[in-house]
Structures are given as structure tokens and as C-alpha cells.
């Protein structure tokens, strides 16, 4: 009787400057940069681990351009709430922190418990980036008053 074979769940620590990624069970772990060419070096990573499940947390917003991006190349997005991760770590006795171990952990929580896709509006896409510039207009304007 042959196993059934784990497909790869990858998980992405984000910042401004740099990803972290971990691709579990393969345990798999490298960092690009956070931008288009880092993105570019990602996806070819994650074509040769035949990754198709890919979570980050949502956090400060430097998720959103990479998040498109794989959302674009047709990998199954998962955005996760830091705090669940944080619970999850903790639970699996996981106290050390760094940007390394927080994406194995992301991996980890993706392969080991139910998530949901992300869904993409693109069509309120648009709209949201207007409310946020209407909303930081108002905050600009208040500030000045």
C-alpha cells in the first residue's frame, strides 16, 4: 500500500524589504526580496516544490502587492491571522521568534489546520484604494485644521 503524498503548504513571513519562506514538508527555507524580481525568484521556487497552497500573515499591508502577484499566478492563497499563529506556535511548544521560524510556523499552521482561500474582487480592488486615499485625504486636512 503506497502513502498518500503531502502537497507542499508554503508559508511567507512578510516585511517591507525582504520575504521569508518556508515550503513544509519539503522543509525548504530561503529569502527573496519584496519586490518584483523577488516575487519572480519566488514563484520559480515554488513551480520546482509543486507548491500550490501559499499563507501569509495579514499584517501591516506589506502583503498585498505579493499577494497579487500569487493570487495572478494561480497559486491557493490563504492570508492567516497573526494571532492564530501565534496561539498555534505556542501550542506546538514554538516560543523562539524570527522571521525564519515564523514562516515555518505559517507553513505548518496552513498544513495542520482548515483555512480558507482568498477570494479576489478585482473589481473592488479599485473602490477600496479610493476609501483609503478619501480616508487619509480626511486625516491630511484634519491635521492641518
Known sequence: MRM??????????CSDARLDIHIHPLDIAFSVSNDPDGWSELD?????????????????GCER?????????????RLVDPFRVRQFAKAAGRFAKNDRIDAAIIALFV????????????????????????????LLLALRA
Do not use: C, M, N, W
Request: charged content about 25%; aromatic content about 2%.
Open 65 to 77: 502587492e505579493v499577494s497579487r502577484f500569487l493570487l495572478d499566478r494561480g497559486y491557493s492563497l
Open 4 to 13: 498518500a503524498q503531502i502537497a507542499p503548504r508554503v508559508g511567507i513571513d
Open 44 to 60: 520559480r521556487r515554488l513551480v520546482l516544490a509543486q507548491a500550490e497552497i501559499v499563507a501569509l500573515e495579514a499584517s501591516g
Open 111 to 138: 498544513a495542520s489546520l482548515p483555512t480558507r482561500p482568498v477570494v479576489r474582487h478585482k473589481h473592488l480592488e479599485g473602490l477600496a484604494e479610493l476609501v483609503t486615499a478619501r480616508a487619509q485625504g480626511i
